[in-house]
């Protein structure tokens, strides 16, 4: 069983910047992909940006790109999203997810931490 762990939300106005910190433990597969998923208020869970493990190609949604970058520390088994330029759009819970292969979709992730709310103010 593979633990996620996220951290790294808080509040901030717009135009300010985030990081999100997430780390995946336990029975890892060699390969995998971690992605951020967002839940806005009243909205359903959407994919936000995703990165292969260990091999780091990255993939975003159109809304983020530009603004948003997902990254991983090897060395600390740690995907990092740093979220530059929020809006007030972007206020969710974003949730750390681990999944094999890569995708997009909820419910092909196969593992999901606790969630981390981020909130921006106007």
């Known amino acids: 069983q593979v633990t996620v762990t996220e951290s790294g939300g808080g509040s901030v106005q717009a135009g300010g910047s985030l990081r999100l910190s997430c780390t995946a433990s336990?029975?890892?597969?060699?390969?995998?992909?971690v992605g951020w998923f967002q839940r806005a208020p009243g909205k359903e869970r959407e994919f936000v940006a995703g990165?292969?493990?260990?091999?780091?190609?990255?993939y975003y949604a159109d809304s983020v790109k530009g603004r948003f970058t997902i990254s991983r520390d090897v060395a600390k088994n740690t995907v990092y999203l740093q979220m530059n330029s929020l809006k007030p759009e972007d206020t969710a819970v974003y949730y750390c997810?681990?999944?094999?292969?890569?995708?997009?979709?909820?419910?092909?992730?196969?593992?999901w931490g606790q969630g981390t709310q981020v909130t921006v103010s106007p």
């Open positions: 336990g029975r890892t597969p060699g390969s995998y992909a």
């Open positions: 997810a681990v999944g094999r292969p890569f995708s997009t979709a909820v419910p092909a992730q196969d593992d």
């Open positions: 990165i292969n493990w260990p091999g780091g190609s990255a």
